[in-house]
């Protein structure tokens, strides 16, 4: 059945009818430019807001629309009845347009329910709790955006702004890239919190194309570019593996800004520092290990969070430090 003041539209779908418009558009994906719909803000008239219903979307790649739907209006991500990657609840627009709400130079987003429930917990836990403030302090993690690419609204001069999506085809992390460029030209990130999005994880999915050292190469490039000119110095939070090869992945130039490296283990504590083997300068960088304690900020975390039950976070908190000004999360 068609609701009053909606229209069916092509493959099952049904889009509000309503002229009225917002001049947002959606990020959607996966299924090719027919899938790509924008609906009207809620109708004052019915009191219904626009809605795309039983549309499927396959998988996220280089098929997605590189402009926004010709047309204005609030743009919704195609909502996935039974099978797919992810589908907008459908209340979700009467959420993600609210009056007043910031959006000018903003990616709106909102938080998520996973699909099947006990699939990748930690990210989802992660998106779903991060403060106001860490959608952007916490944008250097491995987790990727800080709002997740199917729940993306912005204005439609924003996007214009920012610049397409990069379509260079599977193994090409677009959601990634588009962010970036994002924050680069000063945007802004905003969750509704409330959940409004059933994320679907599936082996198949075109993320799993995207090798994990092309993620690890863009990570370490905007690190480099968005954060370490501000400090004069700073310790790396990690003796470990993933400390040492953050350090060895820097320009040589951000390498000598690295006083230190911290940590817990009294093991990597007691050898005092660690040897830079594979420089070309002589001697060879050594760089101090030290006890956490004993560190001083800024630091760039490299510990992963939420799997010490809660040890690592409890240090952290214990030095009363202020995120993005005293430390960043690269984990």
């Known amino acids: 059945m068609v609701p009053p003041g909606f229209r069916r539209w092509g493959g099952g779908r049904v889009v509000s009818a309503c002229p009225a418009t917002d001049g947002l558009i959606p990020f959607a994906g996966g299924a090719g430019p027919s899938m790509c719909t924008h609906v009207s803000r809620p109708c004052a008239s019915h009191g219904l807001p626009g809605a795309v219903i039983g549309a499927q ?10 402009e ?12 996935t009845l039974e099978t797919g990657t992810e589908g907008l609840r459908t209340e979700a627009p ?7 709400l910031p959006r000018s130079a903003k990616i ?16 989802t ?7 106001p403030g860490q959608l952007l302090t916490q944008a250097f993690t491995s987790h990727g955006p800080t709002v997740p690419m199917p729940t993306w609204f912005c204005s439609r001069a924003w996007f214009s702004h920012v610049g397409p999506f990069d379509e260079g085809g599977r193994g090409v992390p677009e959601d990634l890239l588009f962010f970036y460029e994002h924050l680069r030209k000063g945007g802004g990130v905003v969750r509704v919190d409330r959940s409004l999005l059933v994320y679907r994880y599936h082996p198949a999915a075109a993320t799993h194309a995207v090798l994990e ?30 400390g040492r090869r953050l350090y060895r ?12 490296f911290c940590d817990v283990d009294e093991n990597k504590i007691q050898k005092g520092f ?4 594979e420089s070309q300068e002589r001697p060879k960088p050594r760089v101090p290990v030290l006890h956490f304690r004993a560190a001083r900020p800024p630091f760039v975390i490299c510990v992963k969070l939420d799997l010490t039950g809660g040890a690592f976070e409890d240090n952290l908190r214990s030095l009363h430090l202020r995120e993005g000004r005293d430390f960043l999360h690269f984990s």
Not at 219 to 241: H, K, S
Not at 249 to 260: G, H, N, P
């Open 274 to 277: 660690y040897c830079h083997e």
């Open 57 to 66: 979307c396959v998988a996220a790649g280089p098929s997605r629309r590189k």
């Open 94 to 100: 009467a959420h993600l347009w609210r009056p007043g």
């Open 125 to 131: 836990r992660w998106l779903n709790q991060l403060e």
């Open 108 to 123: 709106i987003g909102c938080q998520v329910q996973r699909e099947p429930p006990n699939s990748t917990q930690r990210y």
């Open 249 to 260: 992945s820097l320009t040589a130039e951000s390498r000598r800004k690295v006083v230190a």
């Open 213 to 242: 050292t092309t993620i690890w190469t863009l990570r370490v490039r905007f690190l480099e570019e968005q954060a370490l000119p501000r400090w004069a110095t700073f310790t790396i939070w990690n003796a470990g593996r993933q």
């Open 68 to 79: 926004p739907v010709p047309g204005p209006g609030l743009g919704l991500r195609e909502q």
